[in-house]
C-alpha cells in the first residue's frame, strides 16, 4: 500500500480509532503531523500525544478524549485539500465550521495554525482538514 496522502491515513486512523472507542491510536510521525495533533490538543478534541523517535520516521502516539458515557469528542473528521484537489483560502475567507463550533485546519506560510488563528493573524493558507 502506498502513502499518498499521509494527512487522509493520519484522519482515517483517528476516526476508526475513535469509533471503535480506542484510549489511543499510533500514527507513523511527521512533523505536519504532529503540528495537526498539537493543534487538536490545543483545541481539546483530544487528551494528549507524545512521540517516539524510533530508527525510521519515529510514531505518533494520540490519547483519545472521550465525554460522558464514552461519546467521542471528535464527532467529525474531514480531508479538505487533497493531492490532487489543493484548496486555498485567501484571507478572511475561510468559512466558519459548524457555525464557529468545529475548526479548520491549515497550513500557512506563518506555520499550520486554525482558521481562528489565520484570522487573528491576517494570512490565508491550504485548508488540511475540518474538524468538530
Known amino acids: 500500500m502506498s502513502m499518498t496522502d499521509p494527512i487522509a491515513d493520519l484522519l482515517t486512523r483517528l476516526r476508526n480509532s475513535n469509533g471503535v472507542r480506542h484510549e489511543t491510536v499510533q500514527i507513523p510521525s511527521s512533523k505536519l503531523k504532529l503540528e ?21 520516521q519515529g510514531v505518533i502516539t494520540v490519547y483519545l478524549k472521550y465525554g460522558a458515557e464514552k ?20 484571507k478572511g475567507e475561510f468559512p466558519k ?36
Do not use: H, W
Not at 461519546?71 to 485567501?90: M, N
Open 36 to 56: 495537526i495533533v498539537r493543534i487538536l490538543k490545543d483545541e481539546g478534541f483530544i487528551s494528549n500525544y507524545k512521540c517516539i523517535k524510533d530508527k525510521k
Open 71 to 90: 461519546k467521542p469528542v471528535i464527532t467529525a473528521l474531514t480531508r479538505v485539500s487533497t493531492p490532487g484537489r489543493r484548496v486555498y483560502y485567501k
Open 97 to 132: 465550521v459548524l457555525g464557529g463550533l468545529g475548526i479548520s485546519i491549515l497550513t500557512t506560510s506563518r506555520g499550520v495554525m486554525t482558521d481562528q488563528q489565520a484570522r487573528k493573524v491576517g494570512v490565508g493558507g491550504e485548508v488540511l482538514c475540518t474538524v468538530f
